[in-house]
């Protein structure tokens, strides 16, 4: 079973916030807020574009919603897409080659250009 966790970048210094999400409003609609709730016990108020679940571990890199993700292979780039939710990994690791590697390269927040490659990834 895979962790349940979020991220989002701090609305007072843009500083991303690993942890437990929370948001709350009122019924009309003059109150909303967005936090994270981090292990470390400061609850950060974050902005809303910015929140991504954990989705997966692969080699060693935590993989959020919102991921920029490069695979090589032998050290050469086979493809490059972004970490829409579960479903996109879990189709591109049976269509990827096994021994091959990812890594996260970025975010969609911190760098909005596209992946090079014309992989961006299932919605």
Known sequence: MREIKFRGKRIDNGEWVYGYYAFACRYDDSFRRHWIYPKSG????????????????EDGNDIF???KIQE???ERVINEFIA???RTI???YDDSEHDSIWKVIGTIH????PPSTNNEGEE
């Open 110 to 113: 911190d760098s909005p250009t």
């Open 90 to 92: 879990i189709r591109r």
């Open 72 to 74: 090589t292979k032998h």
């Open 84 to 86: 829409r939710d579960i």
């Open 65 to 67: 919603e919102g991921d």
């Open 42 to 57: 400061n609850v950060e108020e974050v902005d809303p574009e910015t929140v991504g679940q954990f989705i997966v571990n």
